[in-house]
């Protein structure tokens, strides 16, 4: 067993390489610019929504009773239908953004060391140490992206490129722990 104490180094330096190679996948690196679309007449439907609170919202809403019922299966065939989500006005707050994704970094690489601190021993190898905490990362950063696809309507492409970056961020952390693995 390996205490989280003799990891905070491969916890931190982790959280910050994937951090900086997130910045530069999603500003630099062209693949990302195609995620998002612009909605047609979008005036209009920003003229709509505006002065609704910040929340997730259903289009058409039901209740699960309703869903069955004939109007709702019309509502559905009609279309749209899907999620929206409005956030407060006013610019995007990066860096609430950045520092939130940061932390978030921070708490996978935490949870990956408790785990591969409690799995593998001082002076694992490298490989060992790689596999371990590549798969936990992957979980995290990866497959944590499928259910946006399943349940959230997201194409699956943009899912998919979500996916890739999960497992860049896992390699770039299964990299770091097996460098500064306790020998």
């Known amino acids: 067993m390996v205490s989280l104490s003799a990891l905070w180094g491969a916890i931190l330096l982790s959280a910050v390489i994937v951090f900086v190679a997130s910045s530069i996948m999603h500003m630099v690196l062209p693949y990302h610019k195609t995620n998002y679309k612009k909605l047609p007449e979008e005036e209009k439907v920003a003229t709509a929504l505006r002065g609704i609170g910040r929340g997730l919202y259903v289009l058409p809403f039901c209740t699960m009773k309703e869903m069955k019922s004939p109007e709702m299966q019309e509502k559905y065939k009609q279309g749209p239908v899907g999620m929206i989500t ?3 006005p006013g610019p995007p707050a990066m860096p609430k953004f950045l520092g939130q994704w940061f932390g978030y970094c921070v708490l996978v ?3 990956v060391a408790y785990l591969a601190g409690h799995t593998l021993a001082v002076g694992t190898p ?3 140490v790689f596999r371990v905490v590549g798969t936990a990362a992957f979980l995290a950063y ?3 992206m499928l259910p946006n696809g399943i349940w959230k309507g997201q194409l699956w492409g943009m899912t998919l490129k979500e996916v890739i970056d999960g ?13 500064l693995w306790p020998r």
Request: glycine share 16%; proline share 8%.
């Open 86 to 88: 409005i956030m407060p």
């Open 167 to 179: 497992l860049v961020y896992a390699l770039l952390t299964a990299g770091t722990f097996g460098w």
């Open 142 to 144: 990866g497959l944590g």
């Open 109 to 111: 690489s935490f949870f």
């Open 126 to 128: 490298y490989p060992a």
